[in-house]
Nanobody
């Protein structure tokens, strides 16, 4: 079955950097668009960034443009999110989503940014 496992979340100070990973299994990873989504405490989920199947096209929400970079390594069934210049507003549970319908999501990894 489809599995998505995120890692890399931790607590950092504002201005710091974190790189998240999402390892996929149970489907042909390189055939699917993948997305990073986050959910802050008390708020609904919001997509952050997405990447096409072969990794040559990406899209970002305005609030992370220029700070976050999404990438993927299809040979390793892994997607990444490099997050720089982190702000307290970036504090959230980050999870990856994608694969065949119904689209699955992982359990998430917590990112906490202190001021």
């Amino acid at each position: 079955q489809v599995q998505l496992v995120e890692s890399g979340g931790r607590k950092v100070q504002a201005g710091g950097s974190i790189k998240l990973s999402c390892v996929a299994s149970g489907f042909t990873f390189g055939n699917y668009e993948m997305t990073w989504v986050r959910q802050a405490p008390g708020k609904g989920p919001e997509w952050v960034a997405e990447i096409n199947p072969n990794g040559d096209s990406t899209d970002y929400r305005d609030f992370v443009k220029g700070r976050f970079t999404i990438s993927r390594d299809n040979a390793k069934n892994t997607m990444f999110l490099q997050m720089n210049s982190l702000k307290p507003d970036d504090t959230a549970l980050y999870y990856c989503a994608g694969g065949p319908r119904p689209i699955q999501r992982g359990q998430g990894t917590q990112v906490t940014v202190s001021s």
